[in-house]
């Protein structure tokens, strides 16, 4: 069965730095093209960052564009995203998902997702 965890949410400073990561068990991350998402309470999900199987393209949300990154570990079976600057409006669960969609770039829409994992929490605060 096709499972993703997320990991290494927080409570973070506001200007720190965090990096969650997602993990999978059951079959083999680098075959799937994976996407992180946010939701804060009280508010939709919301797209941050997508990167592609095969050649490892991302796709950024423009008002997260250079803050976040996202890369893939292809040894560790992750994909990890790095954020910067935080503030605390980046607090909320961080979600990873998953869909088989090979050499497309993959949307910032939570519906083209088949996977999901249960989310981390991160809190931006002092």
């Known amino acids: 069965q096709l499972r993703l965890v997320e990991s290494g949410g927080g409570l973070v400073q506001p200007g720190g730095s965090l990096t969650v990561a997602c993990t999978a068990s059951g079959f083999t991350l680098d075959r799937y093209a994976i996407g992180w998402f946010r939701q804060a309470p009280g508010k939709e999900r919301e797209g941050i960052a997508s990167i592609s199987s095969g050649s490892g393209t991302t796709n950024y949300a423009d008002s997260l564009k250079g803050r976040f990154t996202i890369f893939r570990d292809t040894a560790k079976n992750a994909v990890y995203l790095r954020m910067n600057s935080l503030k605390a409006e980046d607090t909320a669960v961080y979600y990873c998902?998953?869909?088989?969609?090979?050499?497309?770039?993959?949307?910032?829409?939570?519906?083209?997702?088949?996977?999901w994992g249960q989310g981390t929490q991160v809190t931006v605060s002092s």
């Open positions: 998902a998953a869909v088989l969609i090979p050499g497309r770039v993959p949307t910032l829409a939570p519906e083209g997702y088949s996977y």
